[in-house]
């Protein structure tokens, strides 16, 4: 009896330090996210006026989704590009990064050099490093996209597509997945690590015995890694559709930005929101099918 007291004891005074920690992280998320999400939507149902003692907030039901929707002429371009730029991104970097990810998993010189290699480009893409390393052009590289920065109309991918006789939106798929290969792998960097880390995870007696039976590569691929990897797919899954939801380069949030930053707060919150739900609805129904799918497949 006495020893169960004691490890209860144990128990809440490591759970009262566990909550010690976290007390500043709870805080900082109250107050740098929840409460301006909850800001955002009010603005998103009001009509906002900036005047020299702050702001004057009209609640006026949902005129700013009615004006979005109805009356402005370049929200549904914006809209319906970065729903087709999320959709056609989001396989790509998976498969880019799993595959970088088992190639980077094996044992052969220089693969810690690599790996590190492939992380840079998370570092480099912080707003300071950017904008020294692009000081000297004439661009704004959270406007455009690093394919354009580094081809410089080096590569005509067009010509590529014609020469290989391809029509049709096959042709349109491949031409803007190529022009945009530098943007995809510099948005592999997290993936790959995530994957990596579900990769040394596998057992080592699994491929043992599977190469005891005689399987191939391509079989102990689609029956042991990618099975073990489900989970780890649909964190990096997540993960991914977030960053392109949020990502600068988006149509859309780079031109709700730019409305911003001239006052106007309200139709962009709407804006926003509307992009979020549109993009959150695809998120939960894309899990949802991977799970049922996939996931309870292989379990």
């Given at each position: 009896m006495k020893k169960a007291?004691?490890?209860?004891?144990?128990s809440e005074l490591k759970s009262r330090y566990g909550y010690l920690f976290t007390t500043h992280w709870i805080i900082g998320i109250i107050i740098f996210f929840a409460l301006p999400l909850i800001q955002s939507v009010?603005?998103?149902?009001?009509?906002?006026?900036?005047v020299?003692?702050?702001?004057?907030?009209d609640f006026i039901g949902t005129e700013n989704y009615r004006q979005i929707l109805f009356a402005d002429a370049n929200y549904e371009n914006w809209l319906s590009s970065s729903i087709t730029s999320y959709l056609y991104s989001l396989p790509i970097i998976i498969l880019l990064s799993m595959s970088l990810a088992l190639i980077l998993n094996q044992n052969f010189r220089g693969r810690l050099f690599f790996r590190a290699l492939y992380f840079?480009?998370?570092?480099?893409?912080?707003?300071?490093?950017?904008?020294l390393i692009f000081r000297t052009t004439s661009n704004d590289m959270s406007n455009i996209g690093v394919s354009d920065a580094y081809s410089a109309n080096m590569i005509s991918v067009d010509d590529i597509v014609r020469l290989l006789d391809i029509q049709g939106e096959a042709a349109k798929y491949i031409t803007v997945t190529i022009s945009k290969i530098f943007d995809l792998v510099w948005s592999c960097g997290i993936q790959i690590v995530l994957f990596l880390a579900g990769l040394q995870s596998v057992p080592s007696s699994f491929y043992e015995a599977s190469r005891v039976e005689g399987a191939t590569k391509w079989e102990e691929f689609w029956f042991i890694t990618f099975p073990m990897l489900s989970r780890v797919t649909v964190l990096v899954m997540i993960f991914t559709m977030v960053e392109l939801i949020t990502?600068?380069?988006?149509?859309?949030i780079r031109n709700v930005y730019s409305m911003m930053?001239?006052?106007?707060?309200?139709?962009t919150s709407a804006m926003i929101w509307f992009y979020f739900l549109i993009c959150g609805g695809i998120m939960a129904v894309i899990v949802f099918l991977f799970n049922?799918?996939?996931?309870?497949?292989?379990?």
């Open positions: 007291k004691k490890n209860r004891g144990i009010i603005f998103s149902f009001s009509k906002i006026e900036i020299g003692g702050g702001i004057n907030m840079l480009p998370v570092i480099i893409s912080t707003g300071a490093v950017i904008n990502s600068e380069r988006t149509t859309l930053r001239t006052g106007n707060y309200d139709e049922r799918f996939v996931t309870k497949r292989y379990e």
